[in-house]
């Protein structure tokens, strides 16, 4: 089992640019998730997929961010434009979505916007 | 109001110290709990579920308190290698979704 594969694992890019981050959850999990994790604010929750589609997306601090997860075996995360205030370590982790059972984590992506 | 809450410490115990970390969490209809670990540089990862009965594994005592809304860690006889941080994960599932929650952490470290 390959397990959560995130990619790429560092990205280092300047203010304004586009960012995207990709995330290969664990097969025949149905739940999908994005965190960011600072010093400051611990591991924050940006969105949540179940079955592909989006549940929450309260989590995500502004129109910069966009998710998507266009089938059960990818998902991506977009910045545009990065600031950098958005430098962080970004996670996906994945589940079976049901009561009991644990979330699996990928290596996370280190974002630093310059 | 945060809808997990643990004292993100540090926590500086000595070998051999018995340590202990809660956690509150705000929604009641929460229905499971986890507690993960996570080494510096690191994803978290599983460190025990918590069950309503409470359970253990070997050093680690885990136990929840639903009145309350909070749940425990329990370490026993810490060993250098605990030094870690310690999450604990709530989860909320209902009409059709899945919602994994989890606190900033408490840093613990073993000092020799």
């Known amino acids: 089992d390959a397990g959560v594969i995130q990619s790429p694992r560092h990205e280092v890019t300047e203010m304004g640019q586009e960012v995207t981050l990709r995330c290969k959850p664990i097969s025949g999990h149905n739940s999908l998730f994005w965190y960011r994790q600072t010093m400051m604010r611990g591991l924050e929750l940006l969105i949540y997929f179940n079955n592909n589609v989006p549940i929450d997306d309260s989590g995500m601090p502004e129109d910069r961010f966009s998710a998507k997860m266009p089938n059960a075996s990818f998902s991506t995360l977009k910045i545009q434009p990065s600031e950098p205030r958005d430098s962080a370590v970004y996670f996906c982790?994945?589940?079976?979505?049901?009561?009991?059972?644990?979330?699996?984590f990928g290596q996370g992506t280190r974002l630093t916007v310059v | 109001r945060k809808e997990v809450e643990q004292d993100p410490g540090p926590f500086n115990v000595p070998e051999g110290a018995t340590v202990a970390f809660n956690c509150t969490y705000s929604n009641s209809a929460s229905q499971s709990f986890f507690w993960y670990r996570q080494d510096c540089r690191k994803e978290p990862k599983l460190l025990m579920s918590v069950y309503s009965s409470g359970n253990e594994d070997g050093r680690f005592t885990a136990q929840l308190n639903r009145a309350s809304q909070y749940i425990s860690l329990l370490i026993r006889d810490s060993k250098l290698s605990d030094s870690a941080t310690y999450l604990c994960a709530v989860v909320y599932s209902g009409a059709g979704s899945y919602q994994l929650t989890f606190g900033k952490g408490t840093k613990l470290s073993v000092i020799p």
């Open positions: 982790a994945s589940s079976l979505g049901t009561i009991n059972t644990e979330a699996f």
